[in-house]
């Protein structure tokens, strides 16, 4: 399996918050009929755009040099981004065709929360800057709640 390097890992996490960007806004339009679910999905999307351009400094303030145990990081962290739920090989977000309905939405769009915070763990492990990385695993896991108590309001009605 080939190695990542700091770079690239960081660049990964780039690609990530303009997937999600893309699945947000690709949502809000799917689902522009329901204002709540809307307004949920266009505020995760203006997440996503703040938080691309948060690694976007990161990968330009960051060295290239490999902390140590970097060969086991580098494994675990492109086992995640290769996962067939994340981004698969081809890095792309999977076809939507399966998100019809609100429901299918919110729990895609948990599942894929968590499986970016999985990788956002990951990295702010490896990075000096960990604060950067910090506030925006704080910000991911607002999301999932965020998710949630939609989730639950929905189930509500």
Do not use: C
């Not at 806004?25 to 307004?39: N, P, Q, S, V």
């Amino acid at each position: 399996m080939e190695k990542f390097s700091i770079s690239e890992v960081i660049e990964q996490a780039v690609q990530t918050e303009k997937l999600g960007y893309q699945f947000y806004t690709t949502m809000a339009k799917r689902f522009e009929k329901d204002e709540g679910l809307k307004k949920l999905f266009d505020m995760l999307a203006t997440k996503e755009l703040r938080h691309e351009k948060m690694f976007t400094e990161l990968k330009e303030i960051s060295g290239e040099e490999e902390p140590e145990g970097w060969e086991e990081a580098s494994s675990y962290l492109r086992a995640i981004v290769e996962s067939e739920f994340f981004l698969g090989k081809n890095s792309h977000l999977p076809q939507l065709e399966h998100v019809r309905t609100v429901e299918d939405a919110v729990n895609f769009a948990m599942g894929f929360e968590k499986e970016t915070l999985l990788y956002f763990h990951a990295v702010s492990e490896i990075v000096k800057e960990k604060d950067v990385v910090d506030e925006i695993i704080n910000e991911e896991r607002s999301h999932i709640k965020w998710l949630a108590r939609f989730k639950e309001s929905f189930k509500a009605k």
